[in-house]
């Protein structure tokens, strides 16, 4: 019989974040498996920051179609989409990992959830209130125009 444990250090880890009232999880992997931590992340709002292609790379998840993120959408824990040493595997941005988890993680949530990504990126980022109200600005009529575009149809393959 193979025992797993369950209070590993990234569960120790886990529930200090929560005790100490952190406002960011970094991963995350550890919370799934404590219903009451994973309610308490969401009754505070606490955000976990979900690296798709880092843990991929790194064998946490070897399909995309099963990381813990898709359980936290699902329990409408907020989360935002990071890339975990992006200088080690040559990778520019976070496009890459918002395609994985908008293809993967949740893949018939449609764009609700993409912006819902976009929106709780900014609303957890450490950047000052001026510079969210700035961005958030900005974002809200770029959404306004791509929908527009969108729904009449004038998007052309590149």
Known sequence: MVSVSYY???DENVIDAVLLNTR???HGYA???HPILWHAVRR????VEVCPISNQVLGLVRDLRNHPASFYAAQNI?????????GFWDAVGVSYDYYY????????????????LVWDSLKFSTISAEERLNITTTMEKQWAMFIA???RGNFTEA
């Open 78 to 86: 907020p989360i935002t989409i990071a890339s975990d040493d992006p």
């Open 8 to 10: 590993t250090e990234a």
């Open 24 to 26: 960011r999880i970094g």
């Open 149 to 151: 575009e969108l729904s």
């Open 101 to 116: 988890a908008f293809m993967a993680i949740a893949p018939n949530a449609g764009l609700g959830f993409l912006k819902q």
């Open 31 to 33: 919370l799934f498996k």
């Open 44 to 47: 505070k709002q606490i955000v």
